[in-house]
């Protein structure tokens, strides 16, 4: 069972982001506030949970959640800026677009860049220890693999369908058979050094 809050009198916020790693796509953040007393025995980190869970769990969260939002930052931003900050720009957004203010924010991970004065807790693994966050994952991971299969119908060269853009053996074939789309994020490494050899 995951924790239902950290503070015992603050409106908390769980945030995580979705897309971090990827070669193609957005990066993807939710924010997250669910009841103090929210509970469920499955409810997880969305990577420990199958595709039909993820998508049954996002009707629920966005049913019983008191507050949500979800933020995409394109590769174009994320270029711009780089991936680490791109994933903070989203989270940020993400908070902005809340109907209600939280008081303290649960960050998964170990860094953040906070825009505002709400106080804020890094916490690693945060997605399989307290349920906001995990709520978060798991809309910020939904929202992001239903715009990829989406874009897959465009380019279905590089079968986002099944790799949402991470860099899998098939996606890099891809880019190295058609190059790249303006979808990809041009200041990544798109192709291993093997392979751009034969370039």
Sequence with gaps: MLLSFFSEDKVEAGCDEAGRGCLAGPVVAA???????????????????SRKQRELFRLEIEKEAIAWAVSFVDNNEIDEVNILNASFLAMNRAVDQLTK??????????????????????IIKGDGKY?????ASILAKTYRDEYMYDLAEKHPEYQ???NVGYPTTAHRAAIKDFGVTD??????????????LFE
């Design 31 to 49: 924010a997250v506030i669910l009841p103090r007393d929210y509970k469920h025995d499955v409810l997880n980190d969305s990577k420990q949970l």
């Design 101 to 122: 203010a939280p008081e303290l924010l649960l960050i998964d991970g170990n860094r953040y860049k906070p825009h505002n004065e709400i106080p804020f807790e890094c």
């Design 131 to 135: 349920y906001s966050i995990a709520a």
């Design 160 to 162: 986002w369908n099944s």
């Design 183 to 196: 979808y990809h994020r041009k200041s990544f490494r798109l192709l291993p050094e093997q392979l751009e």
